[in-house]
């Protein structure tokens, strides 16, 4: 990690702040409308509202002096909007998305999903975190320095994400040109803690297989044959039982795995977060952040074999399970794929017949945390906190992130965020933390200004 005194003071920096305080109630009072609109942008809703949304982000950047134009490719409006720097600056693309996942049972919100309250200092919503909160953070870092903007900006608002961006990769085929920059903020992740900025720097890859275990051609009866002839459910059940360790580590050879930065986290907090049963310890080895977010994982997701409800005195002659195997930042999927393929056969047990198919696969993302960039950006988010960010990892993927790094590999990626450990995006009361948003909004500011006086230098 680089110390943050190794990189300039921002002469600029107090004013900025300043400036962003006196914005913070028009930043807020725009995020509030955007949260009203309920864009949710799952097929059963109604997809007028997501037309809605995306017209109020265009409006939105074209107050701030941003050429604008909505685009869709098949899927959902993205928002695309640009405006020049000065002569020789950096640009600056910024992400974000419009849509929002639904709201689920409004019984379980202490107030209504699509009326934006605030309590203590959070303000609850759906979408006042993911990812609204990200789009008001580049309109604030646009409007700190309106009229005298340091770098070019152009800003890309999804309107998929949450339904897994599958218009994107034509998106980026087609309109990439207009979306090249030097950097990239990608503001869909979050902070490490209130009070701990964070830069996400891995995420995990994905494998997903379908495996099918077969020890004869037909059923037959349990009382005539068992004990000579296999079944092919305990082939199967005895199968997946090689893939960990008595640790409960994966088993599987071949597979990469790193070390996640060192971060303060709990047994008792994993135990807290995730509903594990008392008595029931924890698998793996080594820290439990690594366990989670750059070591593979490997889970049993479904099993084809009769239900018990309908099952009889048979040997049942095929059965087929579904696993979903996470794998390390750098790994490359279909290496994976074929390690885990050549593991499933090799501890075929009794000699049964394994198929293996490929359901699903996503690359992982590993920034390269280093450079220029990185150190004025871990410097802007030390300009707002007064604390460097901390390396975190997610241990689930991002599709965009991926795409993004493969459509733009010179450019610098910053996956940044404005959700915390309370915000609960995707569940009931999702809430955005006023106070650490405003500094995220100062983060951002400072980002630019930062990265314009690289340009000049
Ligand atoms: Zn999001």
Redesign the pocket.
């Known amino acids: 990690m680089t110390d943050a005194s190794t990189t300039t003071d921002l002469p600029e920096l107090s004013s900025l702040r300043d400036t962003v305080r006196g914005l913070m109630p028009g930043l807020r009072s725009d995020l509030e409308a955007l949260t009203r609109i309920p864009s949710v942008s799952l097929p059963a809703f109604d997809q007028t509202h997501v037309d809605a949304s995306a017209l109020a982000t265009a409006e939105l950047l074209r107050a701030e002096g941003l050429e604008v134009e909505i685009v869709r490719e098949g899927g959902a409006p993205a928002v695309i909007g640009h405006i020049d720097g000065p002569e020789g600056a950096p640009t600056v693309l910024l992400y974000a998305?419009h849509d929002v996942q639904p709201p689920g049972d409004d019984a379980d919100w202490d107030s209504a999903p699509f009326e934006p309250t605030e309590r203590a200092g959070r303000l609850y919503g759906r979408g006042a975190a993911?990812?609204k909160a990200g789009i008001m953070a580049h309109i604030a870092a646009l409007r700190a320095h309106k009229g005298a903007l340091p770098v070019g900006v152009t800003v890309f608002v999804e309107g998929e994400?949450?339904v897994g961006s599958d218009s994107l990769m034509t998106i980026l085929e087609r309109h990439g040109d207009k979306l090249a920059a030097d950097a990239i903020v990608l503001a869909?992740s979050m902070n490490w803690d209130i009070g701990t900025p964070a830069l996400t720097t891995t995420l995990r890859g994905l494998i997903r297989v379908v495996v099918t275990v077969s020890t004869l051609d037909h059923g037959v009866h349990s009382g005539m044959f068992g004990g000579a002839v296999p079944d092919a459910i305990s082939a199967l059940v005895r199968l997946i039982s090689t893939l960990h360790d008595d640790e409960g580590n994966v088993a599987v050879a071949g597979l990469k795995a790193g070390e996640a930065a060192d971060l303060d986290f709990s047994e008792e907090r994993l135990r807290e977060e995730s509903g594990l049963l008392d008595g029931v310890s924890t698998i793996g080895s080594g820290s439990l952040l690594s366990r989670m977010w750059t070591k593979p994982s490997l889970t049993t997701i479904g099993i084809n074999a009769p239900s018990v409800e309908k099952s009889s005195n048979t040997l049942v002659p095929t059965a087929s399970a579904k696993l979903s195997m996470r794998i390390a930042a750098d790994e490359a999927p279909m290496d994976a794929f074929a390690a885990l393929e050549e593991h499933l056969r090799e501890h075929a047990p009794w000699g049964a017949k394994v198929e293996v198919t490929l359901d699903d696969q996503g690359a992982g993302f590993a920034a390269d945390a280093s450079g220029p960039v990185y150190d004025q950006a871990r410097a802007a988010f030390a300009d707002a906190w007064g604390t460097e960010p901390v390396d975190i990892g997610v241990g689930g993927s991002i599709p965009f992130v991926a795409a993004f790094a493969e459509r733009f590999p010179d450019a610098a990626i910053l996956v940044t965020g404005v959700e915390d450990p309370d915000t609960r995006?995707h569940g009931a009361n999702e809430s955005l933390h006023l106070g650490e948003f405003e500094k995220v909004c100062v983060a951002e500011a400072a980002l630019f200004a930062r990265l314009g006086a690289m340009g000049r230098s």
Request: charged share 70%; glycine share 0%.
């Open positions: 998305h993911d990812d994400e949450e869909d995006a």
